[in-house]
């Protein structure tokens, strides 16, 4: 995650609608409040570190639903918890932190560029250490493979069976243990460029590097630009980082990619361009496009993806402080719904009208607000299925080609971020909703729960509760938003949390 200078912090309470400047900002100074941000592989915690003025040293994670925080490195080492100086102390203040799902394993760079630390949260502990010849861009992980980043190669490496890896952490004591698989050397990475000095004076954190891993181990695929010798600027090779050979080569885009990320299964990937209009979705590793969405008209710098751990919906954030919300369906599923839509705002007069006038009156400004979003949504989709029925009709009888330029699907739902994010860099995940089940700590693994927090009490609530759109801004806000997967439309902020206090 990528920030930059941006105006100073409020706080404000999604309740009462109050407002405040955090104690954390610099009165008139355009600064970020995060240097880094990194959700873990199935969006359940944020991992953050922060910037020069900023009083917190160290990094914290915070789980995010319920949201709060759980660990954090500097209060590991002021409250002695067997914390060594080779420790996590001596990373004061990372510019990548990387968690492995909810177990206790993170991958830190810190002030040293080249200097890749695996440490243990649970004892506050190094496991090895790892150092290269060039600045390291971005860290991946899955429970197979440990992938690092630089401008021109990408280094795998094996990380072996992460069950109980606590027990094996005393035969663990250096890189030796890590074991490098293989090397690719790359073009130049698009995001490679940087002065990492200058970096953290004006605490601005890392542009990550543009590549991406699929955090499953069975469809465990590594995504990056290839060289763009005999190819095109916008293509997307796919790496089997288990058999360790290319795969596949996608034609995704023709211009530049700005943006890739995988499911969380693996099974597709999503691409952005660096003109951000247009979001595709392709099959792993066939290449088979599923899905084209317009983002908008203009252009726009792409921030995150983030798909749903069901793969039904994709979260798109960028610089037009809207994130876009689509909907992963068949042309059958979508005309379908197009036409249940129809149907019910034609019955009766509309339906958008009836619901505004059988509306019971709020007895809260959270139930104000839920009310209006409920209503807006409802008259978006009213008026916008006639739209789509008539565009799919007339696009029934032109080639694929034209269709996709006649026909681009639109977002089914959209979040308006609060004024005080405006001009900050984001991050956006989709927590909650179906498909979450099958989604648990791994067994003999150091889980988020060595640290106080019930890991199984925090799957129950993500599989209980509705699909929610999280978003976190460098200037330091968590924001929640509720998704209405029956209508779609505005979605209605519900929380907002700042990860500055104390």
């Known amino acids: 995650m990528r920030m930059r200078p941006a105006p100073a ?21 355009l600064m970020n409040q995060l240097l880094s941000a990194s959700f873990n592989q199935d969006a359940s ?33 002021t409250t002695g918890i067997g914390i060594a100086p080779a420790g996590l102390a001596a990373v004061v203040r990372p510019v990548i932190v990387e968690m492995l799902f909810c ?56 990380i072996g069976e992460t069950r109980g890896f606590e027990q094996r952490e005393k035969f663990m004591p250096n890189s030796a243990n890590m074991k490098l698989l293989h090397t690719i050397d790359t073009a130049p990475n698009p995001h490679g460029a940087f002065n990492f000095r200058m970096l953290l004076q004006l605490a601005l954190t890392l542009l990550e590097a543009l590549c991406a891993l699929a955090p499953s181990s069975d469809n465990c695929f590594l995504a990056y630009p290839p060289s763009t010798a005999g190819g095109s600027s916008g293509d997307l090779l796919i790496f089997d980082a288990i058999n360790l050979q290319a795969v596949n080569i996608i034609q995704a885009h023709k211009t530049s990619l700005s943006c890739i990320m995988f499911s969380f299964d693996g099974s597709i990937v999503a691409t952005a361009s660096d003109k951000g209009t247009v979001i595709r979705v392709f099959s792993v590793p066939n ?11 203009y252009n726009a710098t792409i921030y995150s993806l983030a798909f749903d751990l069901s793969n039904k ?8 402080d809207t994130v876009h919300i689509f909907k992963l369906e068949s042309d059958s599923e979508r005309k379908e719904r197009e036409k249940r839509l129809s149907t019910q705002s034609a019955s009766g007069g509309g339906t958008f009208f009836e619901s505004v006038a059988a509306v019971s009156p709020p007895t809260s400004l959270d139930s104000a607000k839920k009310m209006i979003g409920g209503i807006v949504g409802t008259g978006l989709a009213a008026v916008r299925s006639p739209l ?20 681009p699907q639109r977002d089914f739902a959209y979040a308006k971020l609060p004024q005080q994010t405006k001009g900050f860099q984001n991050m956006c995940a989709l927590v909650g909703g179906a498909g979450l089940a099958g989604v648990t700590p791994l067994a003999g693994t150091a889980t988020i729960a060595s640290t106080g927090f019930d890991a199984s009490e925090m799957t ?6 509705q699909l929610q759109l999280v978003v976190l ?23 907002e949390y700042s990860l500055l206090d104390d």
């Open 9 to 29: 912090a409020t706080t404000r309470d999604a309740s009462s609608g109050a407002t405040t400047h955090s104690p954390h900002a610099a009165t008139g100074a």
């Open 45 to 77: 915690c944020v991992a953050v570190s922060f910037p020069d003025p900023s009083p917190a040293t160290g990094f914290q994670i915070f789980n995010c639903d319920p949201f709060g925080r759980f660990y954090s490195s500097a209060s590991a080492a």
């Open 103 to 158: 177990t206790s394993l993170v991958a830190l760079v810190g002030e040293s560029p080249r200097r890749l630390q695996i440490v243990n949260t649970k004892r506050d502990s190094t496991i090895c250490e790892l150092s290269f010849v060039s600045s390291i861009l971005s860290v991946r992980l899955n429970r197979k493979r440990l992938v690092v980043v630089l401008e021109e190669h990408i280094y795998i490496y094996d």
């Open 287 to 297: 290449g088979q496009k599923l899905h084209q969405f317009r983002r908008g008209t």
């Open 313 to 320: 919906y994709l979260a798109v954030s960028s610089d037009t």
């Open 388 to 407: 789509a029925s008539a565009t799919s009709a007339v696009s029934s009888f032109l080639p694929n080609t034209i269709t996709e330029i006649w026909e």
């Open 460 to 465: 129950a609530s993500m599989v209980a509760g």
């Open 473 to 495: 801004s460098a200037c330091g806000f968590f924001h929640v938003f509720s998704v209405d997967v029956d209508t779609g439309g505005e979605c209605v902020q519900q929380k």
